[in-house]
């Protein structure tokens, strides 16, 4: 037996003035969208991707700052990632290969970039 048709859900999502946005919605404004507004989002300026700072946790260890950083796209394709190395800090940086993790970092793959 379902918990909920999907009549029952689209009546409770559905707007009830056309100039309200029910809260439940998210909205998406496509082209418009502001990625720098998220951790780890970015900005891009010619062949520089500003990647805004964030944190990374590493299982119940306390969350670690990773600070924003400027990273050129200087050949296709680039990774940026963050790099903890266990036990140390955490910082974002890039690679034309594809990172892993070693026995001695983790690293986390955010954005791959193409030049246009």
């Known amino acids: 037996m379902a ?3 999907k009549r ?3 009546r409770r999502l559905g707007d ?3 100039d309200l946005t029910h ?3 998210l909205l998406w404004s ?3 969208m502001d990625y ?3 951790a780890f989002g970015f900005s891009v300026s ?3 991707v500003t990647v805004k700072a964030g944190k990374i946790r590493h299982g119940t260890r306390t969350a670690i700052s990773v600070a924003q950083a400027d990273i050129s796209i200087v050949a296709d394709p680039t990774w940026i990632y963050v790099v903890y190395t266990f036990g140390g800090g955490a910082s974002l940086t890039s690679s034309t290969t594809e990172p892993v993790m070693t026995e001695t970092a983790a690293n986390w793959p955010l954005h791959k970039w193409r030049l246009a």
């Open 3 to 5: 918990l909920a048709t």
């Open 8 to 10: 029952w859900v689209d």
């Open 16 to 18: 009830t003035r056309p």
């Open 23 to 25: 809260p439940r919605r």
């Open 30 to 32: 496509g082209a418009d």
């Open 36 to 38: 720098s507004d998220f």
């Open 46 to 48: 010619g062949v520089t």
